[in-house]
């Protein structure tokens, strides 16, 4: 891509009124199953008594206490989803879950690609393209994770590197199909750190990823697409990068285990 392109790409304008806002916990290795259970009744206690307008609220907690959490979720607006799903749908895979499973438990959203799942267990494009597809075939929403390592910004590789992400584990889809993805960028070097990504930066790659789609798909189908941040985003800074034109809503790890932080976040459009 000619550095003109590029800059138009990053430079232009869309309109995000017609985007679903979405902020989604990602709760990791964390909690026991009592502390699970007591963070699930903090966060609905926190969101009736600051309820939040227009966004899409999404937990992920550990896949051993989905069904816990989707009782929690029945009686609230909260949706559930998965921190990963395994890319075969059924069969002898020891310690795996497929897509059927987590439908049958009324799961909605999925993570996939996460940065922590390429690096830690070397999932590849070829891999994330299977879980996606499976993902749709039973109607679970991927969260798919793009982001570049430090080394790879600081090489001035960032956009190279997001774009290669993105049509390697989600271009063979269908623009029908597409319509069902939630993007999020995670700048890997911001992850976990307490480092964020500037306002900037953020919108900055958003606008790039946005313009990456509607080279492919069109700019009605771009505009359409939700592109969270995730990233050591919190209640401090949450409001800021949301107010960026193409930030929708954020992925977001720490914050979430803290329910009046994850709400704080949901809050801050």
């Not at 999404?58 to 909260?78: G, K, M, N, R």
């Not at 499973?101 to 940065?115: A, K, N, P, Q, T």
Request: aromatic share 8%; with cysteine; charged share 25%.
């Amino acid at each position: 891509m000619s550095l003109v392109v590029k800059n138009e790409i990053i430079n232009q304008v869309t309109p995000n009124n017609m985007r679903s806002k979405i902020v989604a916990g990602n709760w990791k290795m964390n909690k026991k199953f009592d502390e699970a259970d007591e963070l699930l009744y903090q966060i609905t206690d926190e969101l009736n008594n600051n309820p939040i307008d227009n966004v899409q609220l999404v937990i992920c907690p550990p896949s051993l206490y989905l069904e816990l959490a989707t009782d929690f979720a029945d009686a609230s607006e909260i949706k559930i989803g998965v921190q990963n799903v395994s890319e075969h749908k059924s069969g002898a895979y020891t310690g795996e879950i497929s897509v059927e499973m987590l439908s049958s438990v009324d799961v909605e959203f999925c993570i996939i690609g996460h940065s922590e799942r390429r690096k830690y267990f070397a999932e590849t494009s070829e891999q994330l393209a299977n879980k996606v597809n499976n993902l749709l075939e039973f109607g679970i929403e991927p969260i798919f994770c793009i982001g570049e390592q430090l080394e790879e910004r600081e090489a001035d590789k960032h956009f190279e590197i997001v774009k290669k992400q993105i049509s390697e584990g989600l271009f063979h889809l269908s623009p029908s199909e597409f319509s069902n993805i939630v993007v999020a960028y995670e700048p890997v070097w911001a992850i976990g750190t307490g480092v964020t990504a500037s306002p900037e930066q953020a919108q900055e790659m958003h606008a790039f990823i946005r313009g990456v789609i509607s080279e492919k798909y069109g700019t009605e189908l771009a505009e359409e697409t939700s592109i969270l941040y995730g990233g050591s985003c919190n209640a401090k800074n949450a409001k800021e990068l949301f107010s960026n034109t193409d930030v929708d809503g954020g992925l977001i790890g720490g914050a979430s285990l803290v329910a009046k932080d994850f709400i704080a976040i949901a809050n801050s459009f």
